[in-house]
């Protein structure tokens, strides 16, 4: 089953996407690391893309939709994928859903991890990181605490939280997210297509309820 995430800032897309790519074996598909890839490569589309990045222009939809196809159609067709940062407008989930046809490709499940803004920024201000192993612990969420306060479990160093995890940068955001994700989380409701999953409890227990619909 092929998902497609639509996840608020701090509704932990990146640690399912992780999860289920190493516990399912899923072809992580992000579009932004494919605009990166593109860019490498040196090809004449990754010119014109590193030109316009350079230029802060707009990547438009049709180059986009140019890249996406041309990875989809290179893809395993036997392992399921995971799409990563796309669509994100109606206009791009028609798109989506032209190339798919076209490559005889399924849509799958959109999964909708939902967190309200309260937790959410609780999981934001809490972050603290390990410089030495990068591991992530939560002094606010009550989830993954020290057991020291401020020291890694592991290294015995200092923890350190990230200087734009600020409640005012949150908080616009998330609001700028759900303003223009609205449109595609009703859209992809009326087709039948929304999964709605609580992401507001701990990673085990979200897991558990997204690894109902992979099968
Ligand atoms: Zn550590």
Redesign the pocket.
């Known amino acids: 089953m092929n998902i497609l995430f639509i996840a608020p800032p701090a509704a932990g897309k990146g640690t399912f996407s992780d999860l289920i790519k190493n516990k399912y074996g899923y072809t992580h598909i992000s579009t932004g690391d494919l605009l990166r890839e593109e860019v490498k490569s040196g090809s004449e589309l990754g010119k014109t893309l590193s030109d316009k990045m350079s230029k802060g222009e707009l990547i438009s939809d049709e180059l986009i939709k140019e890249i996406l196809e041309k990875k989809l159609e290179t893809i395993n067709k036997n392992k399921p994928f995971i799409m990563d940062g796309y669509p994100r407008t109606i206009e791009q989930a028609k798109a989506y859903e032209e190339i798919l046809e076209k490559l005889n490709l399924d849509l799958g499940k959109v999964i909708y991890l939902k967190i309200d803004k309260e937790t959410g920024l609780k999981r934001v201000l809490g972050r603290l990181t ?1 410089p ?2 990068k ?1 992530g612990y939560n002094k606010l969420t009550g989830y993954n605490m020290p057991k020291v306060e401020w020291v ?1 479990d ?2 015995n ?1 200092e923890l350190e939280s990230r200087k734009d995890d600020t409640e005012e940068a949150y908080n616009v955001r998330y609001d700028t997210y759900m303003r223009e994700t609205q449109p595609l989380i009703d859209y992809f409701k009326n087709k039948g297509n929304l999964i709605e999953i609580d992401s507001t409890k701990d990673a085990d227990s979200t897991m558990k309820e997204i690894e109902q619909w992979l099968v």
């Open positions: 390990c030495k192993c591991k890694c592991e290294c160093v």
